[in-house]
């Protein structure tokens, strides 16, 4: 049976590649491969109308180059450059990134998630060799990218190794009174807590999204605060530096957790391969903004081996799938663990971690060569 959210009509050949799971990912990967000819079947639940996610996401240049080869990059209004990155610690320890020492236009870009989904879904509207269904069919290859929850995954018995952060994120949007200049703010306390102001609207915007981590049994309370409190805590967090801050959505919370599938590829019972690519393979803290990039990245480089196969492999062959998998694994473990390492610098408030990892900071902050080869890193230009 076709889904109920499909425009695109039935394919006379059968999918040699299903997709389950219709998120940023799995429209990605979608497009990449019918480019390359390959008949897809995305498997999309029926659209129910839910909420508009409040996030905006980071995303870096290879996000960037991807995303506009199919024609999936939002207009500017929703997409505003990150000129400057600039990282407070809790004693005064700061580091700063700017685009121009990078010799880019930016350091990354600030995205409204609902106008880069709603981009995505127009590319796959269009696009014949994919048909969008509501239950999964038989395939050469099924690639899950159901998220963290996935319930494919767990058929197929991998392990998901979780670690639970015990904080959640607070997502909502705000208007500042004075312009944020196209800087993305991060302010880390002596909690373990990470306050992210985001840059939207443009470089001489006023508008933020908001990426609150706070410890799990405070974010309750932070969420029914009435909007005045609420912004009146985030001012305090953010040392007053944006002037007044107005709440301009709902607020939204997420459990953070960090996790990491033991294997990417397999068979299934009947034979055929199956992958796992973006959150249904791995997860880590939102604070470095990489999830998304990292799977995205992930669908790149299973497009790309698919791409460049010999003309008698099949889009199931095993080495092939181990290929992805080697490519993407190492990559996403060491985001992984720089991520969760900075987390655990500020989890910790006995003496005399905080007056080191300021000190830290600062030191780090001067070190032109370490720090540009991050910034590179995390803009994913390798
Ligand atoms: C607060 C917060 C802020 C973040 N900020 C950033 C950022 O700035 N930059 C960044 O790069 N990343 C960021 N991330 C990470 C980003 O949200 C994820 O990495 C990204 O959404 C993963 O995309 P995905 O398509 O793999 O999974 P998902 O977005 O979870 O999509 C999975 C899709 O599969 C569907 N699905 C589930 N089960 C089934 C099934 N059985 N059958 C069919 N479909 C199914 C779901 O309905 C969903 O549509 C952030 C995360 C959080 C929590």
């Known amino acids: 049976m076709q889904g109920a959210n499909s425009y695109n009509p039935p394919m006379a050949l059968p999918p040699e590649v299903c997709i389950r799971g219709a ?9 990449l491969l019918a480019r390359e000819r390959v008949r897809v079947a995305l498997v999309a639940p029926t659209a129910e109308a839910g909420r508009e996610d409040v996030r905006a996401y980071a ?6 180059t991807l995303l506009e080869s199919l024609r999936a990059w939002p207009d500017a209004a929703h997409a505003t450059a990150v000129r400057e990155m600039q990282v407070h610690g809790d004693e005064g320890g700061e580091v700063q990134f700017d685009a121009q020492r990078q010799q880019a ?35 050469a290859l099924t690639v899950v990218c159901e998220g963290k929850a996935s319930l494919t995954r767990e058929t197929l018995g991998v392990r998901y190794e979780v670690t639970r952060y015990p904080q959640h994120a607070i997502a909502a949007r705000l208007e500042a009174e004075l312009p944020h200049g196209g800087i ?19 470089v001489d915007g006023r508008a933020l999204a908001l990426v609150w981590s706070v410890d799990q049994l405070r974010a309750p309370d932070l969420l029914k605060q009435d909007a005045t409190e609420f912004t009146a805590a985030l001012r305090d967090a953010s040392h007053d530096t944006l002037g007044t801050l107005t709440l301009t959505s709902e607020r939204a919370a997420w459990p953070l957790q960090r996790a990491m599938a033991d294997r990417w590829t397999g ?3 009947d034979g055929r391969a199956w992958a796992l690519a973006g959150d249904a393979a791995h997860t880590v803290h939102p ?14 480089a299973l497009a790309g081996v698919l791409k460049d196969r010999d003309y008698w492999r099949s889009v199931g062959d095993a080495r092939l799938l ?6 993407r694994r190492a990559e996403v473990l060491s985001m992984s663990l720089a991520t969760d390492g900075l987390q655990q610098l500020f989890a910790h408030d006995a003496d005399p971690l905080p007056a080191l990892r300021n000190w830290g900071m600062r030191g780090f902050n001067h070190t032109h060569i370490l720090k540009n080869w991050i910034a590179r890193q995390a803009m994913g230009l390798r």
Not at 110 to 133: G, M, N, S, T, W
Not at 184 to 191: K, L, P, Y
Not at 322 to 327: D, F, G, I, N, S
């Open 23 to 31: 998120g940023i990912v799995g429209r990605a990967l979608a497009l």
């Open 59 to 64: 995303l870096n240049t290879a996000s960037r």
């Open 184 to 202: 993305a703010r991060q302010w880390f306390n002596a909690r373990g807590e990470i306050l992210a102001l985001l840059p939207m609207g443009g």
């Open 105 to 139: 236009d930016a350091l990354a870009w600030i995205v409204d998630v609902p106008a880069l989904e709603r981009q995505l879904a127009d590319a796959v509207r269009f696009q014949p060799l994919i048909e969008v269904r509501d239950a999964p069919v038989p395939a």
């Open 322 to 327: 181990r290929r992805y998998e080697r490519a």
């Open 287 to 300: 604070l470095a903004g990489q999830g998304l990039n990292l799977g995205l990245a992930d669908a790149a």
């Open 267 to 269: 068979r299934m019972p």
